[in-house]
């Protein structure tokens, strides 16, 4: 159990274009998600939490309307890169916060989404 | 949430038990020590999390000092595919706190 899906798993892209990434807890309800964001040999750098329902909340820096966040749905939250340009190209991972009672501290991560910009 | 400290990078020879050191002297009373990993170009893996006494589970064991000012995971009998970052996190309980990252430490398991 406890499932994070992303699709795609990776994605290339004209700079300038827009890029959708979903990600799925697929057993099990999730109220909260967050997006990360990791270039090459450095640590993951949290982006923005996701709440069902809500508007994101997003980090210090993170360019809320460059990384758009929805999240519809206890088990579908998406991160929609706009106007991409290569500088964004980086790993995408979001995680999935367990909601089930006595689990509400273990958080989930997806396999990720290689984004590339030309 | 406190900040930890981890060493950059450690070797452990395959099958023998790998002891990863964690720093936290900031840890305040409800926060839990957290650790993941990650293998290359993956999503990281939970591990294992506790909060004032020694944890085990399939995976690994987590020991905390007394003071909680520092832990170690310990994976007993390390695997090639043990090799990947392994972060230490402290946050706090509930529903609110977010897992933020250092920069980890990178297990390098050899035969």
């Known amino acids: 159990g406890a499932v994070v899906s992303q699709h795609p798993s990776w994605v290339i892209c004209k700079s300038g274009t827009s890029v959708k990434i979903e990600c799925r807890s697929l057993?099990?309800?999730?109220?909260?998600m967050f997006w990360y964001r990791q270039f090459p040999k450095q640590s993951l750098m949290l982006m923005a939490t996701?709440?069902?329902?809500?508007?994101?909340?997003?980090e210090q820096g993170v360019e809320k309307d460059k990384f758009l966040i929805n999240h519809a749905s206890l088990t579908l939250s998406t991160l929609t890169v706009t106007s991409a340009h290569p500088e964004d190209s980086s790993f995408y991972i979001c995680?999935?916060?367990?909601?089930?009672?006595?689990?509400?501290?273990?958080?989930?991560f997806g396999p990720g989404t290689r984004l590339t910009v030309l | 949430d406190a900040k930890t400290t981890q060493p950059p990078s450690m070797d452990c020879a395959e099958g023998r038990a790998a002891n990863l050191p964690c720093n936290h002297s900031?840890?305040?009373?409800?926060?839990?020590v957290y650790w993941y990993r990650q293998i290359h170009s993956q999503g990281p893996q939970y591990i294992i999390h506790?909060?004032?006494n020694n944890e085990t589970n399939e995976m690994a064991s987590l020991i905390i000092t007394e003071d909680r000012k520092s832990s170690t995971l310990i994976l007993p009998h390390a695997t090639l595919r043990d090799t990947a970052v392994y972060y230490c996190?402290?946050?706090?309980?509930?529903?609110?706190?977010?897992?933020?990252f250092g920069q980890g430490t990178t297990l390098q398991v050899k035969p």
């Open positions: 995680s999935a916060r367990f909601v089930a009672s006595g689990r509400a501290n273990e958080q989930f």
């Open positions: 057993d099990f309800q999730a109220t909260t």
């Open positions: 996701s709440n069902e329902g809500s508007k994101a909340t997003y």
């Open positions: 900031t840890i305040s009373g409800n926060e839990y």
């Open positions: 506790g909060l004032k």
């Open positions: 996190i402290v946050k706090g309980s509930g529903n609110t706190g977010k897992l933020i």
